[in-house]
RNA sequence: GGCGCAUUCGUCUAGUGGUCUAGGACGCCGGCCUCUCACGCCGGUAGCACGGGUUCGACUCCCGUAUGCGCUACCA
């Protein structure tokens, strides 16, 4: 039986995606793609406590961003929906029903803190804490007592069995004895089915082939199996990945500094960016190569190549990577990008079109969008400061004076200064004045901009314009007298 | 505590018994380019957690230890 590969992302929305979510789904949505099958996107908001409806909003925004397209979803419908856990619970009681119906489940009236004390009972005795059976065998009676006292149940899964061993597609065969699962709940008082309830029915119903998701599910799913099991149902392929850990290898937290993904938009990170750099956390390419294209890392992606490990979130080396990509950006598009960033800041600019001789002379210098800010701003300052003691020391030497003033002689009958006549200028300078090199060069640019490091000056003269470099060199020469 | 899973340079990783005096990338250091910064290019730095086996031979296989992470909820 040869079916198509179905893969799902299923978060709960119940916060911003965080970015070990968005690695998750990046997969899934890689694996969908490579095989030619389809990706589902499923809300899980049977938490009806955390979940929101901004939660879902942002989430669904943020995947969106990140070029992540499903074929099925809570927007876009699909044969399989609804797509939101809330609107299927008809499904989830008449399973249970079943459940309840063929006696693999039962009510449990437990009360919280019964269960509480129990649990710490255990934990005294240094036994495994697990439901102890309390309610498994209630007889009519009992369960009448309980109702009358209007104790409403939950219900639990008689986890009966020696042992479930799945066929992990990354980790290979995973065992976890029977007598560590203990008989868990499906569905809360009330009736609103549990994690592991709900993930079954839907990821059978949505006939989805290869459950892709993080390894600290991986306990959970003996007892996924087992509900697959009493319904008679093939369970699906499961494959674990890796977790991310912060710089001290701990599970990535707001500790940490940014965990999710509008985080690091609004930082400047580029999408394509984040996503190469995510994939490459525990896969690789066989080609060995780093900077891949979606396509590739669609066409490229095989199970054998994901890692068992953890992996560390290096902030540095996806800052380097953004990097790559923001100089492979065409000055055309990296205007686009920034334009926006840049008039929110307070420049004064008009159009991203009238960026682009700025975002040229800026592009190798930043890694991240919002870097433009600090490096934009030498070209809309007003006045320069010669202030600095690096500057004054550049300014005060003897060989600056002579610049300045042949500079000003030079350029007295010049028309127009771009970066084609800048040159021709800056050799005339060099001759009529005989200096030459850092002397010749280092005075123009902190004249021109109050400071040593800066954008190639060819560039920044043109932005500025004649008038503004004679000014601000006729300044300089005051200041340096 | 119990159970599960993991363990190659600081970090991401290649490596599936001999080709490994362990390869690449980020970072870091040095050099070149150059008016500066940056880019780019060249070079360097640094690692198989530990202890037992198995084998003619282990980074690679097995066992144990250590460490880390996860689960152990009427969270997902």
Redesign the pocket.
Known sequence: MSQTVRTRF?P?PTGHLHIGNARTAILNWIIARHAGGQFILRV?D??QE?STQESEASILKDLQWLGLDWDEGPDTGGNAGPYRQSERMDLYKSHLDQLIESEKVYP?Y???EE?EER?SEQLAK?E???YNGHCRNLSYVDKQKYEAEGREP?FRFKADTESVTFEDLI?GA????GD?LGDF?IA???GMP??NFACVIDDHLMEITQVVRG??????TPRQILIYQAFGWTPPQFAHIP?ILGPD???LSKRHGATSVDQYREQGYLSDALVNFLS???W?SES?D?ILTRERLISEFNF??L??????F?T??LD?MNG?YI?NLDVAELSRLLFPILKDRGYSIDSAKELEPITGLIQ??IERLSDANEKVAVFFKEDVNLNDPEARDVLSLSTSKQVFQSFLDVTDELSELNRETFMPLMKAVQQSSGIK??EL??PV?VALTGQ???????GTVEWFGLEKCRKRVTQALEFSK
């Open positions: 299923a709960s899980e049977t938490d955390r449990c437990c009360t919280a269960l649990r240094g495994a804490t697990q939950a980790r995973v065992t976890v004895p560590q709940i809360r008082a009330g549990m994690y390894d600290d599910h991986v306990s959970n977790m290898r701990q599970r490459l956390l525990s690789s060995g780093e054998s190549r890692s068992k490990s953890a992996a560390v290096d540095e080396k380097w790559m100089r190798e210098k090199g850092k060069w280092m640019r040593l490091h800066g954008p190639d000056l060819a």
